[in-house]
């Protein structure tokens, strides 16, 4: 089982994600993509 600290540094290298977990399991997860730099989005 991970822990949040070892997901983190999974998931913050490639982008923004959204995880469930249930009972301190990760069941799904969901790559978040940034919007366009002329709505904001700074990479």
Known sequence: ???????????????????????GNLVSHYRIMCLPKEWGCVN
């Open 1 to 23: 089982m991970m822990n949040i600290e070892e997901l983190r540094k999974i998931f913050c290298e490639d982008g923004l994600y959204a995880v469930c977990v249930e009972n």
